[in-house]
């Protein structure tokens, strides 16, 4: 018998055995992932979950990272109002107001013509936020259906009460002009 045909024998025996652990890996795996227990597991035992909140089925805010999603989320969306947050994730600014723009978002969420979006900013998407005219982070654009791009502001933490006024006038229906840039 020649050591080839030996070997081609062998072989699939080799893989038979091999399975089972592959799959005990695999399996193994998939556990981790879909642990959705209230434990976490800790050198010596496990620790409660404590306050943990469960996902909600629609997310408060839209990620979006490609000029495909974000003419998806923002351009084509049937929302009256689409609120978007350009945003860095190494700005300090940017990590001060993000619960600000959380809470916002949570404060409106009852308002189905409103959506929330939020853009950070990466080497793969520079040329979206300066196709954009996004002059630093960051930074905030209201658009209404009829009306498109209608506001952009800067979102600091000192100017995000300006920035929900002029939001609050558009979801009322109205243009509040005393607001200065």
Same mark, same amino acid.
């Not at 879909?34 to 909140?53: C, N, Y």
């Not at 654009?141 to 558009?170: A, C, M, P, R, T």
């Given at each position: 018998?020649?050591?080839?045909?030996?070997?081609? @024998?062998?072989?699939?025996?080799?893989?038979?055995?091999?399975?089972?652990?592959?799959?005990?890996?695999?399996?193994? %795996?998939?556990? #981790? !992932?879909?642990?959705?227990?209230?434990?976490?597991?800790?050198?010596? /035992?496990?620790?409660?979950?404590? /306050?943990? @909140?469960?996902?909600?089925?629609? +997310?408060?805010?839209?990620?979006?990272?490609?000029?495909?999603? *974000?003419?998806? %989320?923002?351009?084509?969306? !049937?929302?009256?109002?689409?609120?978007?947050?350009? *945003?860095?994730?190494?700005?300090?600014?940017? #990590?001060?107001?993000?619960?600000?723009?959380?809470?916002?978002?949570?404060?409106?969420? &009852?308002?189905?013509?409103?959506?929330?979006?939020? $853009? +950070? $900013?990466?080497?793969?998407?520079?040329?979206?936020?300066?196709?954009?005219?996004?002059?630093?982070?960051?930074?905030?654009?209201? *658009?209404?259906?009829? /009306?498109?791009?209608?506001? %952009?502001?800067?979102?600091?933490?000192?100017?995000?009460?300006?920035?929900?006024?002029?939001?609050?006038?558009?979801? &009322?229906?109205?243009?509040?002009?005393?607001?200065?840039?």
């Amino acid at each position: 018998m020649s050591p080839s045909r030996t070997l081609t @024998r062998i072989r699939p025996r080799i893989n038979q055995v091999a399975t089972p652990f592959e799959e005990m890996e695999k399996e193994e %795996e998939k556990e #981790k !992932e879909k642990d959705d227990s209230d434990w976490t597991a800790v050198e010596g /035992g496990f620790l409660p979950r404590i /306050g943990r @909140r469960k996902q909600q089925m629609h +997310p408060l805010i839209t990620e979006v990272s490609t000029l495909e999603d *974000y003419k998806a %989320e923002v351009v084509d969306c !049937e929302e009256q109002i689409v609120v978007v947050k350009f *945003y860095s994730t190494w700005c300090r600014s940017c #990590k001060a107001m993000a619960p600000l723009y959380k809470k916002l978002a949570n404060s409106l969420s &009852d308002n189905p013509n409103i959506k929330f979006v939020q $853009v +950070p $900013v990466t080497q793969h998407n520079t040329l979206l936020h300066q196709g954009l005219g996004i002059p630093s982070v960051p930074f905030g654009h209201i *658009y209404h259906k009829q /009306g498109g791009l209608v506001e %952009e502001l800067k979102i600091k933490k000192q100017d995000f009460g300006d920035f929900k006024d002029v939001l609050q006038s558009y979801v &009322d229906g109205s243009c509040n002009t005393d607001l200065a840039p």
